[in-house]
């Protein structure tokens, strides 16, 4: 399926629908910016990532109108980096925030703080475990990280819950 004027459509690296108006990737660059544009029609862009956003992408998004909300997150990679719990129930915050949608959450390569958010998304929405470390599992292949399935497990969605519905609340 191509773009307009026969555009070629390349979705980035670990493209997928999360849930409706919610897609998670590995970093986009200038090739996917078409699809990006054509079939997601992106309202905000979730980077989770500290270095600085490609100045391709800050172009793009300027362009096309599209919010980027950054949560600087290292790498869980042991031994003293973990990833900050109030970075993750902020990015929830922004994903659960339907006036956000559609929007696309990446990192580097879509596996690991990509795929910590969207565990921790998935506990919120009442996924067992197991289903939700099998989706980690499927976009991590072989880079699956104990630490990333430790956080998933211990993370609190009673905090993110009460707070994420007093801050909505409060910003309508």
Known sequence: DGGVDGEVLIPPLNFAMVAPG???SGYPNSRNHAFMRTK???RTVVYLCPEDYM?????????????VFQFGIQGNKEPFVDIPEDAIRDALYV???????????HC???????GCLV??????QHWSLTSIFDEYRRFA???????????IELFRTSRVSAEH?????SSG
């Open 119 to 124: 565990g921790c998304l998935r506990k919120l």
């Open 40 to 42: 997601l029609r992106l």
């Open 165 to 169: 519905l007093r801050a909505l609340a």
């Open 95 to 105: 994903l659960l925030d339907v006036r956000n949608h559609p929007l696309l959450v």
């Open 55 to 67: 100045e391709a992408n800050v172009d793009f998004c300027k362009l096309n109108n599209i919010k």
């Open 141 to 151: 292949g072989n880079k699956v990280r104990v630490l990333d399935q430790q956080f």
């Open 22 to 24: 919610i897609y998670r």
């Open 108 to 114: 580097n390569k879509g596996k690991h703080r990509t």
